[in-house]
């Protein structure tokens, strides 16, 4: 079935369309559960954890995508800094560092309420622009934090787009 033709399904679960797309892809992906997918997905720096989930009772699709990060402690206040910058240049979703984790996350989720269908064009979507961001910010995170370049330095390499594919 073509991307295009799964909109004419009516009552289409979100993490079904997540899952075709996975296919099309041909990403790595397991079905968690009927509400939950995870998938990896290669980058041009790295590869990519990403979780998408349901939740019917806040009508959102949670996207999590995420990659390891060990960053030392003493470049940590750096680290902030440049998220706090990263995320200020984010249409949508947001960075975030989880230290207990040692997660580099960026979090994205697609409200729709009324009951509202989200479409495998928007998902298709949500994916890529969780990767490019990713992967546009990657080596500026590099600089600053191991190379402890200036937040400035370091984001004028992320000004430029990411190249790869998704």
Request: aromatic share 10%; hydrophobic share 40%; proline share 4%.
């Amino acid at each position: 079935m073509a991307l295009s033709e799964l909109h004419l399904e009516e009552d289409i679960h979100p993490i079904d369309i997540v899952e075709h797309l996975a296919s099309h892809h041909e990403w790595d992906f397991d079905r968690v559960g009927d509400d939950q997918i995870a998938m990896s997905v290669e980058g041009q720096w790295r590869t990519y954890s990403l979780t998408l989930a349901w939740s019917g009772y806040e009508e959102c699709l949670r996207l999590v995508c995420s990659f390891e990060m060990e960053p030392p402690e003493a470049e940590l206040p750096r680290l902030y800094e440049l998220i706090n910058s990263m995320n200020d240049q984010c249409w949508e979703g947001s960075f975030t560092y989880w230290a207990d984790h040692k997660l580099m996350l960026f979090r994205y989720g697609l409200m729709l309420s009324g009951g509202q269908m989200a479409s495998p064009q928007q998902i298709d979507a949500m994916l890529n622009a969780a990767v490019a961001n990713a992967e546009r910010y990657y080596p500026a995170i590099q600089l600053a934090v191991w190379g402890k370049r200036s937040t400035q330095d370091a984001m004028q390499v992320a000004i430029a787009e990411a190249y790869g594919r998704a």
